[in-house]
């Protein structure tokens, strides 16, 4: 069974900065990608970043592109979202997802794996 695990997750304030981990469980880590989605109160769930299996191709919602990257570890089987000039608008659950060999990557409504989440709140 495939089992993926978010952590980072905190209280931080505008401006500032989180790396949240993406740690997966389970046989063949490198035929999936890996892809982050948030969903704040009363709002629908977000697609953020997402990258191949490889690891040599990315993708970032628009807002979110010059703050956030997303890299990948195979040997550690971890991706890792780092996130910088964070803002309020950024707050809410994190959850990351595993799709196997996608064509797409950042087509999260296939997804066929997601952790539990993480919550990050940015206040001020």
């Known amino acids: 069974q495939f089992k993926l695990v978010e952590s980072g997750g905190d209280l931080v304030q505008p401006g500032g900065s989180l790396r949240l981990s993406c740690a997966a469980s389970?046989?063949?880590?490198?035929?999936?990608?890996i892809g982050w989605v948030r969903q704040a109160p009363g709002k629908e769930r977000e697609g953020v970043s997402c990258?191949?299996?490889?690891?040599?191709?990315?993708k970032y919602a628009d807002s979110v592109k010059g703050r956030f990257t997303i890299t990948r570890d195979n040997a550690k089987r971890t991706v890792y979202l780092q996130m910088n000039n964070l803002k309020p608008e950024d707050t809410g659950v994190y959850y990351c997802?595993?799709?196997?060999?996608?064509?797409?990557?950042?087509?999260?409504?296939?997804?066929?794996?997601w952790g539990q989440g993480t919550q990050v709140t940015v206040f001020s």
């Open positions: 997802g595993a799709d196997v060999s996608p064509a797409d990557c950042s087509k999260y409504e296939v997804y066929d794996y």
């Open positions: 389970g046989s063949s880590w490198d035929m999936y990608a």
């Open positions: 990258i191949s299996m490889t690891g040599d191709g990315a």
